[in-house]
């Protein structure tokens, strides 16, 4: 009992209980003894220190809000012994207990936040998938459906057009326009159709050597009916190249879709360009028009789903924002890719790009979930 007892260790340490004595007497002769922190100081910094503990529980991610009071903690300490040294101590219990308190209290109701959470978010999200679903397979009953009598609305609507019998000028109109008319809802029906098979990833790619010009030739000819109408030109310049693999009807789709765009946005007695080469073991593929053009802040946009640009927006021209789409995602499915080119007033000029070999790694690399046939 001599010997004074530090109290961390049992052991017998350094001072003997005189010379502590000794030291508290210089120490307060010499006026040298830390002075107490008001007690509020204490208890603000126990206030601050348990919301802070319950905010960042409650509120901040898991690893994160450790990191953040792991950092509090180690502040604090630091600062009761810089403060020490300064001549003011400061007892740390009560806001250290304060953070351990408060993080074992919150925990578990954090806890079951999360698990309510992510809870609703598998609910959300099973709901989400049955809609998609029955929204797919809505619009492939229906596009099937619609199919059937816009083919006969078409087809009485050719046979009144060719009947012997003359028709009024009116009455030819009206049945043009119906045939008109009939053939853009079966062609927006087709698009639905193909967004439909490739949203349920039902896309098989049919690769046969193909001679891409014959191909070229074959949609400018169906097209032309529709140009000569009114008055557009459509002119080739088609480079002599080998045949090389291709799914035939989405590369005939695409072409089709380009073509038709490049008739829609054009003016009466407008030029269409189409042309065709081989650069360095790619096909390139083009269709120059003289239309609207494009603007170009809509320009990165023009391939998106549903996107038509403001300037078709605001015109008579019909559409459903579908056919670049499918373009881009056809062309991205035989590895290639699409390009545009456009001045408003001016025309666009679109370009598609096919490698004429399609190694093992090219399909590879293609689009996931797409079967090569
Ligand atoms: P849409 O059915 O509206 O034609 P697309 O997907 O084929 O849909 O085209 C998307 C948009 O790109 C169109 O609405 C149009 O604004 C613009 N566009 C496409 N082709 C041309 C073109 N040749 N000239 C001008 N604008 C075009």
């Known amino acids: ?149 816009l083919a006969r609305i078409q087809g009485m609507a050719n046979v009144v057009l060719s009947d012997n019998n003359p028709l009024s000028d009116t009455q030819r109109r009206a049945v043009e326009t119906i045939y008109r008319s009939s053939e853009e809802l079966s062609n927006f029906i087709g698009s639905v159709l193909n967004l439909g098979r490739i949203e349920s990833k039902d896309i098989k790619l049919h690769l046969r050597s193909r001679d891409i010009n014959s191909l070229v030739r074959d949609v400018v000819k169906k097209c032309e009916f529709l140009a000569r109408k009114r008055g557009i030109e459509i002119r080739m310049e088609l480079e002599p190249m080998f045949s090389f693999k291709i799914d035939e009807d989405l590369i005939r789709q695409v072409l089709t879709n380009l073509i038709e765009n490049a008739i829609k946005y054009s003016p009466d007695n407008g030029k269409i360009l189409v042309t065709s080469e081989e650069v360095e073991g790619e096909a390139i593929l083009q269709v120059a028009d003289q239309g609207m053009g494009i603007p170009q802040e809509d320009l990165p946009h023009v391939f998106e789903k549903f996107y038509r640009s403001r300037n078709a927006r605001g015109s008579t021209v019909s559409g459903s924002g579908l056919g670049l789409y499918l373009v881009k995602y056809f062309v991205e499915l035989h590895h290639g890719k699409v390009d545009v080119e456009s001045e408003p007033s001016k025309g666009s000029t679109f370009s598609i790009t096919l490698p004429m070999v399609m190694d093992t790694q090219t399909r590879a690399r293609s689009r996931e979930g797409v079967q090569y046939v």
């Open 1 to 149: 009992s001599f010997y004074i007892k530090t109290p961390y260790s049992r052991e017998v340490v350094a001072m003997s209980v005189l010379e502590m004595h000794a030291n508290i007497l210089d120490t307060l002769l010499q006026n040298r003894a830390p002075q107490q922190l008001p007690g509020g100081v204490n208890l603000i910094l126990t206030i601050l220190f348990s919301l802070l503990t319950i905010y960042v529980v409650l509120n901040v991610r898991p690893l994160k809000g450790i990191g953040i009071l792991a950092g509090a903690f180690l502040a604090f300490i630091l600062a009761t012994y810089i403060l020490f040294a300064l001549g003011w101590w400061m007892p740390m219990a009560h806001s250290l207990i304060a953070i351990f308190v408060c993080y074992y209290f919150f925990i578990p109701y954090r806890l079951i936040m999360e698990n309510r959470r992510s809870w609703e978010y598998q609910q959300k999200n099973r709901l989400l998938t049955q809609v998609e679903e029955l929204k797919s397979n809505f619009l492939r009953m229906m596009s099937h459906d619609l199919r059937t009598p």
